[in-house]
């Protein structure tokens, strides 16, 4: 049955693809899937064999479907308070609520199909792991207790944003090593800071700020609630200014020595699509601008995907 983007939309027990989308963040979810094609090819230096890539490409997508899913599965009783204290979430042009948001809370699915689904995904992402290499499989399985943990924090520390970074890292290491048995401690180190830095500045802050009043409301402790807009809003810039200068080295060091033109090219292109928007942040202090950073830093992994892909055709 089609769903539309309302809380009514499905019913409870009943199959309908778009609030299982939704549940996993799909549209999100697609765009997160460059860093750890990123990762792979700047690890390995080239395309790996057609079968990695195939293997691959399932294997993340089922590793960020299942991820997503088990953060509103765990976050379950938490925004339901949060949707039954504060109504629903009306805010518009933001990519996770592409299709509904939390849509398990807004009564749009039954836990136990949530469940499910989460538990399909899953298995399909470990067994995938695992065969590219069982040390991706224990990656996943840290993942998913990371991110149970995430959440379990909520009203605890805001401090639990730096889990939160640490999960998004663990996807594009765990694509280094599907295609290196061994890559490099400074490479993972880099590769590492880059995704975390930028998760942070570009991904946790923007995506809490709309959510500021209403987690107050039910006690939750994010960035923006407890460190205030202003000092969340320079954060979120500091992070991104990092991300972007770690770019540099891990573009022009890896195995794949991206070429001067096109690594300065990645720099200069991240810095147009994530510092405007954290700066209009910082200086407004605006639901609307967190959302256009939310957005855009969404689209960060992509371009630097399109600068490694041009890099392997002009070679």
């Known amino acids: 049955m089609p769903a539309s983007a309302s809380p009514s939309a499905g019913t409870p027990g009943r199959f309908a693809l778009t609030v299982y989308l939704a549940l996993s963040r799909t549209p999100h979810g697609i765009l997160d899937l460059a860093g750890p094609f990123c990762a792979a090819l700047l690890c390995r230096g080239g395309l790996p064999p057609l079968s990695v890539v195939v293997l691959g490409c399932v294997t993340v997508f089922a590793g960020y479907t299942a991820v997503y899913a088990l953060n509103d599965i765990v976050d379950y009783r938490s925004d339901k308070r949060q949707v039954e204290k504060s109504g629903r979430d009306a805010r518009c042009n933001y990519l996770d609520a592409a299709f509904i948001r939390h849509p398990l809370a807004h009564g749009c699915l039954s ?45 605890v520390t805001h401090l639990r944003a730096l889990i939160n970074g640490v999960v998004k890292s663990l996807g594009p290491l765990a694509a280094a090593y599907a295609v290196s048995p061994d890559p490099a401690p400074w490479f993972l180190l ?39 807009y202003r000092r969340a809003s320079r954060l979120a810039v500091a992070c991104l200014g990092a991300s972007l200068v770690l770019s540099a080295p891990l573009l022009a060091a890896s195995p794949l020595a991206v070429s001067a033109p096109l690594w300065l090219a990645a720099l200069l292109g991240g810095a147009w699509l994530l510092l405007p928007p954290a700066v209009r942040l910082a200086a407004t202090r605006e639901d609307a601008a967190a959302s256009a950073l939310f957005n855009r830093a969404s689209f960060y992994p992509a371009l630097v995907l399109a600068v490694l892909v041009i890099e392997l055709l002009v070679r």
């Open 190 to 228: 880099l590769l590492f800071a880059w995704v975390f830095t930028w998760e942070i500045g570009g991904q946790n802050i923007p995506a809490d700020w709309h959510d500021a009043v209403r987690d107050a409301v039910t006690g939750a402790r994010t960035m923006p609630v407890v460190l205030g």
């Open 111 to 155: 836990l136990p199909a949530a469940i499910a689904w989460f538990f399909c995904w899953v298995a399909v992402a470990f067994v995938g792991a695992y065969a590219l290499n069982p040390v991706c499989a224990w990656l996943l399985v840290a993942g998913c207790l990371l991110e149970t943990a995430y959440c379990l924090l909520l009203t």
